[in-house]
């Protein structure tokens, strides 16, 4: 799979996640708290992340998450929201991506 591929895959999986956020707010504690126990200030990646969830509100949070340029696809490869979705739900919307794909 080349990574336009896995970046539209991320994309779709990161919009349901804004999605999730809007209509449940609680659920930023797990990105924070992802961030948290991955304790890693000296990556660049962890300082943005920080930095996004500490100074921005959930709608611009959200809207980072759906946006499809440079900078939302670098943000989406290291993406503290790991948990918002269950694996379960990960990989029936990997699968479907991967049919639809295939279709096209």
Known sequence: ????IIDRRS????????ERLR???ALLE???SNLKRW???????WREWSAI??????????????RDDEEGRRLRQSSPFAGVLSPQ???KLKRE????HAAA
Do not use: D, G
Not at 11 to 18: E, G, K, S, V, Y
């Open 1 to 4: 799979m080349n990574h336009t």
């Open 97 to 100: 991506f991967s049919q639809h």
């Open 30 to 32: 797990t990105a924070k």
């Open 89 to 91: 739900e990960v990989w």
């Open 53 to 66: 969830l500490e100074r921005h509100t959930l709608p611009e949070i959200a809207a980072i998450l759906e």
């Open 23 to 25: 209509a449940n707010p």
């Open 11 to 18: 994309l779709m999986m990161h919009r349901i996640i804004a």
């Open 39 to 45: 304790n890693c200030p000296e990556r660049t990646w």
